[in-house]
C-alpha cells in the first residue's frame, strides 16, 4: 500500500473510533475488474424512464435473495457471516446455484453504534469485507439497515419471541413497561399487538429521546466508511441504500391515519435520509424507500404506498414486500397457489412505481419452507416469480404478450448457508439456544444451507430459483416470460404452455423449460443479455430470434449476434448475449433446452411462426 493510501485509511480509523467519522479518508485504490466481465459491465446503476439503468443505457432486472436474517441474530453479532471465506462461499452459492445477480445486504443499527454516537470500527470493518466478497462476485448490492419489531432488547429472556433493530441503549432510554403479545400465533402479530413494540416505534417515528437523529448520524457515517473503503470497481456495485426495514407507526396519533402518518413522518424521514445519502458521497444512487408495511397486504391491510408523495423520481425506488399472508395462515387459502395468482398484486406494485415516476424492486417475498403451510411454497413462490416476470398469468400471456409489462426486481427472502446450525441464545438466554430453521421466531425460509461436507446446497427446486430473466436489455422490454417447468412435489407445473397455433414452437420447446424475450432496440452498443440457469448447458441451448438461430451458441464476440459468455465474478454462471444494430426496432429472442439437435428446417419454421406472432400481438 502507498503512503498516501496508508495514512487515509489510519485516518479513517482514528475518526471511527473517536465516534464522529464525518469525511473518512479517500476511496481505496482502484482494484482490477473483477474476473470474467467484459467491457460493458461493471458500470453504476442508475434510474431512468421508470427503469434500472446501466451506464450502457441497457434496462437492468436486480434478481436474489436477502443476505441474511443471521444479521438479526447475536451469534455473529449482527453481521451476515462468521468469516469473510463463509461469505465467499454464500457469495458464489448464491450466483452459480441460485441465478442470482444482487442481494440485499443487511446491517443492524444496534451493532453499527453499540453505544450512543459512537460508531464500531470493526463491525464496519467486517461487514465492508462481506460485502466485498459479493461485489467481488460480480453481484450487485443494495444495503438495508434491518429491523423486526423494533428491537431484540424489548424483550425479556423467557419471552416466546425477540426483535432485532434498534440498540440496547435506545430501549434503556424508552423506559419501556414489560412486553406481551397476549394470544399471539404469529410473531408479527406483535407489531400491533404488543405494546412496547409500538411504543418503540412510536418513539422512533417521532424521534423522542432523539432516535431518529441518532439513527441517521449513523447511516452517514456507515455510507462515508463504505464509499471511502470500497475501490471505485466496488462502490459502482453499489446499486443503492434501504434506509429501514417494514416501517411501521407503532399506533397513530389522535385524528391520524396510516395515510397522512406516511405523509408527515414517514417520507420526511425519507428526505432527511436522502440527504445523508449526499452528504455520505452517494448523490448518484437512489434511496430505496419502503412505505407503510401493511399497503399491500391480503389480510392486514392499511392505506398507502406513498400516495401523497407525489413524483419522486430517480433519486429514489419504490421498494416493497410481499408475502401471501393467507396462504402463510393456513386458514384462510386451503389450497395451493396457481396460474396468475399474484399478477394482481404486483401489477399493483408496478402501478404504484409508475406512478411515482420511478421503478421498483420487491425487496423481500418468499413463504416458509418448514411447519403446517409448507406444502404450499412451491407454488407459491411460483406464482410470485411469475407475477415479478410478467403482469399477465400464463394462459393469456400468449394472446396478450403486449400488455406484460416491465419485468420486475426482487430479493428473494432469504439466502442463509447457517440454515439449520445456528447456535443463538435467544434474548441471550443460555437455556433457550436455538438451532433449527432460521433461529428467528420460528422461521424456516432459507432457499440454501450447508451439507454435512460444508458444501452449499439448495433446499428448494433449482428450476424454480435459478431462472431466466433479462439482466440487461438494450432498449426497453416489451414482453417477458419464463415457463421454469418446476415441480411440486412429483407433479410438474407448467403454467405457461406454448399454444397450438404454434406448432413448430411447441415441437421445438417439447417439455422443456423456455423463456421468450420481446424488446425494442434502443441503439446501444452493449448486448441484451439474459441468464442461463444450470439447467441450460451451452452447448445444449437452442435460441430462435430474428437476429438468428442456433443450437448451442458459440463464445460471444462483437460480431456475434446470438452468443455466450460466462458472468462476471469467477463463479461459471452463464449469460446469452444477443446482439442488434439498429435503434426502435421490435426483436425477439425464444431460449429452450427442449430441443436436441433440431434440423436448419424446424429452427427456421418455428422463426416463422413467432415472426408472425410478434407482428400480430405487438405490431
Known amino acids: 500500500m502507498d503512503m498516501p493510501n496508508m495514512r487515509a485509511r489510519l485516518l479513517v480509523v482514528l475518526v471511527v473510533l473517536c465516534g464522529f467519522l464525518t469525511v473518512a479518508g479517500t ?92 460508531v464500531d470500527a470493526a463491525y464496519l470493518t467486517a461487514a465492508t469485507e462481506q460485502m466485498r466478497a459479493f461485489l467481488d462476485a460480480g453481484i450487485r448490492v443494495y444495503p438495508d439497515f434491518h429491523q423486526d419489531l423494533y428491537s431484540r432488547w424489548l424483550f425479556n429472556s423467557g419471552s416466546w419471541y425477540t426483535g432485532d433493530g434498534a440498540p440496547a441503549w435506545a430501549v434503556a432510554l424508552g423506559n419501556y413497561s414489560a412486553e406481551s403479545c397476549g394470544i399471539c400465533i404469529m410473531w408479527g402479530q406483535n407489531i400491533t399487538q404488543n405494546g412496547a413494540v409500538k411504543a418503540g416505534q412510536y418513539d422512533f417515528w417521532h424521534n423522542r429521546y432523539g432516535l ?32 429501514y426495514n417494514e416501517p411501521y407507526a407503532g399506533s397513530y396519533d389522535s385524528g391520524q391515519n396510516s395515510r397522512t402518518w406516511e405523509r408527515d413522518l414517514l417520507w420526511p424521514f425519507y428526505v432527511k435520509f436522502r440527504a445523508r445519502m449526499d452528504a455520505a458521497g452517494w448523490t448518484d444512487k437512489p434511496a430505496m424507500v419502503e412505505p407503510n408495511l401493511f399497503w399491500n397486504g391480503n389480510v392486514s391491510k392499511e392505506e398507502g404506498g406513498l400516495l401523497d408523495a407525489g413524483t419522486i423520481g430517480s433519486r429514489y425506488v419504490f421498494n416493497t414486500h410481499f408475502y401471501d399472508q393467507k396462504a402463510i395462515s393456513g386458514i384462510l387459502m386451503w389450497g395451493n397457489a396457481s396460474d396468475g395468482q399474484y399478477v394482481s398484486d404486483f401489477g399493483t406494485v408496478r402501478d404504484r412505481a409508475s406512478a411515482l415516476g420511478t421503478t421498483s424492486v420487491v425487496s423481500e417475498f418468499g413463504h416458509p419452507l418448514n411447519g403446517s403451510t409448507a406444502g404450499k411454497a412451491p407454488t407459491v413462490l411460483k406464482a410470485m416469480y411469475q407475477a415479478m416476470d410478467s403482469r399477465v398469468k400464463g394462459a393469456n400471456w400468449w394472446s396478450s404478450p403486449a400488455t406484460s409489462g416491465p419485468v420486475l426486481s426482487g430479493s428473494q427472502w432469504q439466502w ?75 407433479t410438474t407445473l407448467t403454467w405457461n404452455p406454448v399454444p397450438s397455433s404454434l406448432p413448430n414452437v411447441a415441437s421445438l420447446v417439447g417439455s422443456g423449460q423456455y423463456s421468450l424475450l420481446v424488446w425494442r432496440s434502443g ?97
Open 27 to 118: 476511496p481505496s485504490a482502484s482494484a482490477a475488474p473483477i474476473a470474467d466481465s467484459l467491457s460493458f459491465d461493471g458500470t453504476a446503476l442508475t434510474v431512468a424512464n421508470g427503469r434500472f439503468v446501466d451506464g450502457n443505457g441497457r434496462e437492468v432486472v436486480l434478481r436474489g435473495y436477502n443476505v441474511s436474517g443471521e444479521t438479526k441474530l447475536a451469534e455473529n453479532k449482527g453481521l451476515p457471516f462468521a468469516s469473510v471465506a463463509d461469505a465467499k462461499k454464500s457469495a458464489t452459492a448464491l450466483r452459480a446455484l441460485g441465478g442470482g445477480n444482487s442481494v440485499r445486504f443487511l446491517l443492524s443499527w444496534a451493532y453499527a453504534e453499540p453505544v450512543k454516537g459512537q
Open 212 to 243: 431518529q437523529d441518532s439513527f441517521l448520524a449513523t447511516a452517514q457515517k456507515v455510507m462515508t466508511y463504505l464509499k471511502a473503503n470500497l475501490s471505485t470497481e466496488e462502490f459502482a456495485g453499489v446499486v443503492g441504500f434501504d434506509p
Open 416 to 490: 442463509d448457508i447457517y440454515n439449520g446450525r445456528h447456535h443463538e441464545l435467544m434474548n441471550d438466554n443460555p437455556s433457550k439456544v436455538m438451532t433449527s430453521g432460521d433461529a428467528w421466531n420460528d422461521e424456516d425460509l432459507s432457499a440454501v444451507r450447508l451439507d454435512d461436507s460444508g458444501t452449499a446446497v439448495l433446499r428448494q427446486d433449482a428450476r424454480l430459483l435459478d431462472r431466466i430473466y433479462p439482466s440487461a436489455t438494450s432498449g426497453s422490454t416489451v414482453a417477458f416470460t419464463y415457463e421454469d417447468r418446476s415441480r411440486d412435489g412429483s
Open 523 to 619: 441503439g446501444g452498443s452493449a448486448p441484451t443479455e439474459l441468464h442461463l440457469p444450470a439447467s441450460f448447458p451451452t452447448a445444449a441451448t437452442t435460441v430462435v430470434s430474428d437476429l438468428g438461430t442456433i443450437y448451442g451458441p458459440p463464445a460471444y464476440t462483437s460480431s456475434t449476434p446470438i452468443g455466450a459468455a460466462l458472468e462476471p465474478g469467477g463463479t461459471g454462471s452463464r449469460r446469452l448475449l444477443l446482439t442488434d444494430a439498429d435503434s426502435g426496432v421490435l426483436h425477439y429472442a425464444l431460449v429452450t433446452n427442449g430441443a436436441t439437435s433440431p434440423s436448419t428446417s424446424q429452427l427456421n419454421a418455428a422463426r416463422s411462426e413467432l415472426a408472425s406472432w410478434v407482428t400480430s400481438k405487438i405490431g
